[in-house]
């Protein structure tokens, strides 16, 4: 069992900046390092959108959309996600959640419906 808490959402002009956190608690014998972790965004009425992954290893992967703009970390000592987000557009508006998922070799976009462990979500607005 995993849960997840989103924090650092909010309203930014374009061209601004902001940073998101997320608190992994596991409730298991695995640790935090077994996981690969990611943050998603979903806009009403449209399907959720991965947008960066990090692996066990530590290594990162980005949806073309936010490549060079946003960067993804995890801090095994803190246990906390981070999503960067440099040089916001209007269209990176979105509820943003972080994801878990045991990492298998399966740390991939493509894997988005096997993610068993959500957080409640850090809304992100970026005005024109």
């Known amino acids: 069992q995993v849960q997840l808490q989103e924090s650092g959402g909010g309203s930014v002009p374009a061209g601004g900046s902001l940073t998101l956190s997320c608190t992994v608690v596991i409730f298991s014998m695995n640790d935090f390092d077994s996981y690969c972790l990611g943050w998603f965004r979903q806009v009403p009425g449209k399907e959720r959108q991965g947008v960066a992954l990090?692996?066990?290893?530590?290594?990162?992967t980005y949806a073309d959309a936010v490549s060079g703009r946003f960067f993804i970390s995890r801090n095994s000592a803190r246990r906390t996600l981070i999503l960067r987000m440099n040089g916001l557009k209007p269209e990176d508006t979105a509820m943003y959640y972080c994801?878990?998922?045991?990492?298998?070799?399966?740390?991939?976009?493509?894997?988005?419906?096997?993610?068993?462990?959500w957080g409640q979500g850090t809304k992100v607005t970026v005005s024109s």
């Open positions: 994801g878990a998922l045991f990492d298998s070799g399966t740390c991939g976009f493509e894997n988005e419906s096997e993610f068993p462990y």
């Open positions: 990090i692996n066990r290893g530590g290594f990162p």
